[in-house]
């Protein structure tokens, strides 16, 4: 080597050498505007306030000495603050327009994925949104989803479909196959097989058409695995592109799960296979979790699989920050798309508040009903979704921007492009 161009290379590494020294000091300092290799979102569906809180009094063996010092994974997360989940046509937002907003920054109506509030829900298409998941693809960076719902089902789909109808899974799963997701694992078997496969016995094709799109991603080369058996013997450092389908429709509850671990792995296990796999991409990943069953508990005032679904969600947080302590150029954030069940954490009576007890219950999907003498609420079918604001908690690189006052969904998008600099 000539001695000129050496001593230009020593320059160069000397200055490399010393911007990485200050870039890691913004990132143990104030951490303001320091930008993440590795962005994680993690979606409680339906997971408000009160079912975290219910949660850790479950953690704590329902004793209130105990209850004092009982953290959630997600309550020692470094910051955190509170989040409005309005839609663009609705103060109740269901999971499309609410991962639509988080993927995307863009408000939409009801029903609607990745398209904007142009859109007429199962009328007419709107505008198509570039989610950060794609932006995320196109400087480079692996990208996965996680969740215990379908695949297809509105939250994850927010990152990757662009639909005016979130019921058009058959669509929705055609056009996964065409997102070149590096993780994919979930639920939703029947929108991946055709009405003649044999393949798995019990699961019905749910498809419009007689395709059988799992044969897609054997064709590009992702490694298919469709039990939990065949889940634990994936190798994540020696695998690219893994697609995991569980179930025909939505996974196992986690209470029901439990039993049946070679059927289907824990959301916790799923992460760490997502973080595992990903992280061999030295550009970075992005990768988005959801404990997607909260909610369904929530719409079926199910306190025991509400509770279990969100302690299992906070085992995947944990898992996420296990990953990012080793990693720690990695912005984690946990949040939620809305709260379901307009869950009442309350002593039934004034004898139970004065034992100190407490008789939660779900109070949305109630009508006041009112006669003589009378005056009280019946359920009228399912719980619903709540407009209440939600939690949102955040570590890492660019975390300090969650906790600025109230957030809209929206920002959570700006928040994980800006840490990507995308
Ligand atoms: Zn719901």
Known sequence: MDSRLFSACLLLSVFLASSTIALGGADNGAGDNASAKNVIIMIGDGMGFPQMTLAR???????????????????????????????????????????????????????????????????????????????????????GLVTTTRITHATPAGFYAHVDNRDNESEIADQLAQSNVDVILGGGLQYFIGKNDTLFPGIESRRTDNRTVLADFARMGYVSVFNGTAFNSVDGNKTEKLLGLFDGSHMLYELQRESFPEKEPSLAEMTEMATTILSKNHRGFFLMVEGGRIDHAGHERNLSHNVADTLAFDDAVNSALDFARQNNDTLVIVTADHECGGLVLQPENLQDYEDGLIDPLFASGTAHVTGPGYDFMVATGEATHTAVDVPIMASGPGSELVSEGRLDNTQIFEIMREALNL
Not at 114 to 120: E, K, T, V, Y
């Open 57 to 143: 009094i479950e953690m704590s063996g329902e004793n209130l000495t105990r209850y004092a010092s009982t953290e959630l994974a997600m309550d020692g997360m470094k910051h955190s603050g509170y989040v409005s989940t309005q839609s663009a046509n609705s103060f109740v937002t269901d999971s499309a327009p609410a991962a639509t907003a988080i993927a995307t920054g863009v408000k939409t109506n009801n029903g609607v994925i990745g398209q904007d509030a142009s859109a007429i829900p199962k009328v007419k298409d709107g505008k198509n949104l570039t989610t950060i998941l794609e932006l995320a693809q196109k400087a480079g960076l692996s990208t």
